[in-house]
């Protein structure tokens, strides 16, 4: 799966969707070249971790011109669900990418502001 400036393969999906509700906070993680090439090398038997039909799927953003993959939270929601948020996308990110060593302090609270790109 690579994100970037072109549309990703693989995991990611085709095409870039805008997003017009993209404000609010994000739980996620900054996709590092390290981590890229993690994704690059994920089976796409993966693609179901980035399917935004399911509730519990990922996005890949841009946030302030960085792609951050993790996941929406509503507006307001409880501190300790966002602890749980971090905790499900750290475990999401060990199956997809065992290789890649995920510190609980890479996953950190964005805001978005305006139009946002998914990769879905």
């Not at 994920?42 to 996941?71: A, N, W």
Request: glycine share 10%; net charge negative.
């Amino acid at each position: 799966m690579h994100v970037g400036a072109e549309a990703p393969s693989g995991l990611g999906g085709e095409d870039a969707l805008k997003d017009e509700s993209g404000e609010g906070p994000f739980v996620g993680v900054k996709i590092t070249s390290a981590l890229q090439r993690q994704l690059d090398e994920c089976s796409s038997t993966h693609k179901r971790y980035f399917d935004r039909s399911e509730p519990q799927s990922l996005e890949i953003v841009t946030i302030d011109g960085e792609e951050v993959m993790g996941r929406a939270v509503e507006q307001g929601a409880p501190v300790d669900s966002l602890d749980d948020v971090a905790r499900n996308i750290r475990s999401i990110l060990l199956i997809i990418c065992p290789q890649y060593a995920i510190g609980e302090s890479k996953i950190k609270l964005y805001v978005q502001r305006g139009v946002r790109e998914v990769w879905a």
